[in-house]
């Protein structure tokens, strides 16, 4: 079922879905970015469409919602514990096709990989659904296309486009159905728009030799990255994060731990007891990042973690893009092939 | 033909009177060190057919276009005008060149326009500054630049200004990466510490630089909305006593800075030496005379600080005493005489 409203019935629908959801969208930071009257789009959460950001890609993506940047887990005291509440209203996510494939990544590792799903995880997890941001053309870094995460056929609630200031949604869940018909939404087809066009190329070896942990192809990221950690924070499918124990100073019996996010850029991530290290030079660390985005996770999981959103690619203060990596990676293999 | 050139008039017209007799050099005004392309041309043109073709880049971010025949100087201001107006400097009269030189071009390091460290529009301050004192025969110098670096050496300045940003922390943003702790540290003043995994801001020490912006990769660390300046005063080079500007306000807002620039006239109409070579003296010598007080009361006239605006009541300079001593600090050696 498709609609098509003006942005007044559409900020309508978002008031009545805001009785029983929270909304959490990309919104414009006005002043928020790095350098001087610079702006940065990041996810929070909104009640009318003026502030929900559907021009531009995100800078930051939607998973701070399931995998907050900083959570408190639980509280402890003395032979006590008690997890921290969370906000019982379920949630609506707006995220873009690429995202959609990114949050298979993110269920694939807290609720699919091992024995054990991640509680803290889940319980945020049950809480979405998610909203489609149509994309009417590529952005700058994206290479949506040849990762295969342009089109998303469902998984969705609704979809978004805004085509000519009137707002056209796919809606194929039934109860959302019923809050567009309430308010004056004109029935019609819709297919959310999806790029089938991207201006970057990746080409992704079949298979990655091992031979490609000694490639001089990561030297230069050992001079060129300053291991800044962005394009882990920024990326839809990076999961890791550490652990901090806090003991509250008025009371070292009492505190809390959190999680909070980590990047395998950033100093500290491979530090183990007695000082040891396991990835000191950036080359190291990019290689790892890379190959894990495009061979190692996938000999796992079956399919790539990469989504190729190219936000790594828009945050990288030095210029480092992730997707010319991925090609250089290519011709390091294709020329160890000739080779032999 | 025997000349008859008034010498001060044409100093006040903004000609430098050359060694080489019979000629000029003419000063083109270039407030916040900026300049339109046609104005350049300009500059060139003027260079070529007055002049040698050759142009003079200023100290104070202006251009000396040197040998100008003195017959040449009303040709010149004509010439001159587009620049004027370009420019937006205040004129007496139409091609009459600039009406007067004693209050020197107002200096601009390039600010948050192109320079990631900038916390405001130095050279917008510097122009708007610029429209509020000139023309003024009084000898003053004043110099914007964007943040602590002070690229644009305003510690040499009578008024320096300094850009300062209030860093704005959101906790739950931060995952404890610690890079603004490093960089404050390394490039900044070190005021920054991690208790309990999260960033404690020491306030006092704090110089509002934005360091901790830049580098933070979560947007943990955000800019004021608010710009606030650094005020320093009273530097200057010379024979006599030179020495470095001191601190006299910090977290002044815009409307503070610009009143007491535009206060310290008054002081100096009244209090100059009337016997003062070429009616010029550096402001500093006169508050020698007249004790800091009375300067204080001059230029904080009809001041509102805004509230956050902490003021030094009392300044000490330094800086070497030459026509006390020229005595060397260590003894006196002779590298020639040294011994092994």
Known sequence: MGYQLSKQNFGEVLGKLGET???????????????KDTDV??????????????????DYAFKEFMLPISETLFFFTEDQVKEADIDEKDVLVFLRSCDMHAVKRL????????????????????????????????FEDCFCVDMGSNRTEDGYVFSVDVIDGEFCCDVPDADMAKVFAECKAVET????????????????????????????????????????????????TCTCYT??????TDNGKVGERRRVAASCMIDGYTNVAGGGQYRRTNGERMRFKVLHKIQDFKSRAGFNMCVGCGRCDMVCPEYISFSACINKVADAVRKEADDE | MSRDINVKKLKKNAFRQSKVRGEAASRVRCPGGEIDVESLQRVVDIAKQYGKGMVNITNRQGFEIPGIDLDDMEEVNKALQLIIENRGINQEKYNGGYPASGTRNVVACPGKSLCPFGCYDTKAFAQEVDKAIFPNDHHVKIAFTGCSNDCAHTRLNDFGIIGQTEPQYDPARCIGCEQCVKYCKKRSVGALKVVNGKIERDTNKCVGCGVCVNYCPTRAWTRSKEEYFRVVLLG???????????????????????KIICNVYA??????????????????????????????????????????CEIQGRIYWGGKRYDQTNELRQSMFRFSERED
């Open chain 1, 189 to 236: 087809e819709v297919t959310p728009r999806f790029v089938t066009e991207n201006e970057v190329h990746v080409d992704i070896p079949e298979s990655i030799p091992i031979g490609i942990y000694g490639s001089d192809v990561w030297d230069e990221y050992s001079a060129r990255c300053v291991n800044c950690g962005r394009c882990n924070i920024v990326c839809p």
């Open chain 2, 267 to 308: 002081y100096l109409d009244e209090y100059l030496d009337k016997e003062a070579v070429e009616s010029k003296e550096h402001i500093g010598y006169i508050v020698d005379r007249t004790g800091f007080e009375e300067f204080l009361k001059y230029i904080m006239k009809d001041v509102d600080p805004n509230p956050k």
């Open chain 1, 107 to 138: 269920d694939y590792i807290y609720l699919e990989n091992g024995k054990e799903q991640d509680w803290f995880y889940k319980r945020l997890r049950e809480k979405v659904k998610f909203v489609l941001i149509g994309c009417a053309d590529t």
């Open chain 1, 21 to 35: 959801y929270r909304l959490f969208a990309p919104v414009l930071k006005k002043g928020e970015g790095r350098f």
């Open chain 1, 243 to 248: 652990m901090q124990d806090v003991f509250y």
């Open chain 2, 236 to 258: 200057r080079t010379g024979k006599k006593n030179p020495r470095m500007a001191e601190d006299f306000m910090k977290w002044a807002d815009h409307d503070t800075v610009i």
């Open chain 1, 41 to 58: 789009v990041r996810y929070d959460f909104v009640t009318n469409p003026d502030e929900i950001e559907l021009e531009k890609k995100s």
